[in-house]
């Protein structure tokens, strides 16, 4: 069974500062994607990124950066120079190979505050 | 980019009325769309699979009778809650999926249900 954690349940830092969202993940599945999503208080998700699990390399997309450690289970995000509008909810995601994403294991969701 | 529209954004109504939220693919074909459950500060769950032209799949413990969806075009899927209850009232997400089985989805902006 597939089970993705985000222990982190609220986080409030104030502008301008690093943050890192934790995900951690369990599937018995050697060939899986994992899915970061944003979801500000208007309410739609918005996709942030998708990884397949034979792709170990960090990823950076401004002021986003990604950390795969196959060898933690773990794909953790960290927001650099936070932003007033980076506050809003994140969740990891899971999903099988060949299983449709929509079909996709979410985290709980992690609550960013981020205050001016 | 894909758009996926989602209406009605808040629908309040009495016990025992059916409610139709419809998610609509604005510049993509849809053959795969799906419908999430969100609790408050709680993550996703999936609902169901809808199918283009064909019945829906629904997840373990969640009515089919209940919540009847419709995938008649390739542009549109429809939930409708049938005679509602308090129990019923939260809020409602569909997603799509514009290209293969694992690339990213597209989420409607989300229906809050509130069931008087």
């Known amino acids: 069974a597939q089970k993705v954690t985000q222990a982190q349940t609220e986080i409030s830092v104030v502008e301008k500062e690093d943050v890192t969202l934790d995900c951690v993940y369990e599937?018995?599945?050697?060939?899986?994607?994992l899915f970061w999503y944003k979801q500000p208080p208007s309410g739609e998700l918005v996709f942030l990124i998708r990884?397949?699990?034979?792709?170990?390399q960090n990823e950076i997309s401004g002021r986003y950066s990604w950390n795969f450690q196959k060898s933690t289970s773990s794909f953790n995000f960290t927001i650099t120079a936070s932003q007033v509008v980076d506050s809003a909810v994140y969740f990891c995601?899971?999903?099988?190979?060949?299983?449709?994403?929509?079909?996709?294991?979410f985290g709980d969701g992690t609550t960013l505050t981020v205050k001016p | 980019g894909a758009v996926v529209s989602q209406h009605p954004s808040r629908v309040i109504c009495k016990s025992g009325t059916s409610v139709k939220i419809e998610c609509r693919s604005l510049?993509?074909?849809?053959?795969?769309m799906f419908w999430y459950r969100q609790f408050p500060k709680k993550s996703l769950m999936l609902m169901a699979t809808?199918?283009?032209?064909?019945?829906?799949?629904?997840e373990q413990g969640v009515e089919k009778d209940k919540f009847l969806i419709n995938h008649a075009s390739l542009t549109l899927s429809t939930l409708t809650v049938t005679s509602a209850h308090p129990e019923d009232s939260s809020f409602y997400i569909c997603?799509?999926?514009?290209?293969?089985?694992?690339?990213?989805?597209?989420f409607g902006s989300g229906t809050q249900l509130s069931v008087l």
């Open positions: 997603s799509a999926r514009a290209g293969s089985t694992n690339e990213k989805l597209f």
């Open positions: 599937t018995r599945d050697t060939t899986y994607y």
């Open positions: 990884r397949n699990s034979f792709d170990e």
């Open positions: 995601a899971l999903s099988e190979a060949n299983t449709n994403a929509g079909k996709s294991t």
């Open positions: 510049d993509f074909q849809a053959t795969t």
């Open positions: 809808s199918n283009e032209g064909s019945k829906a799949t629904y």
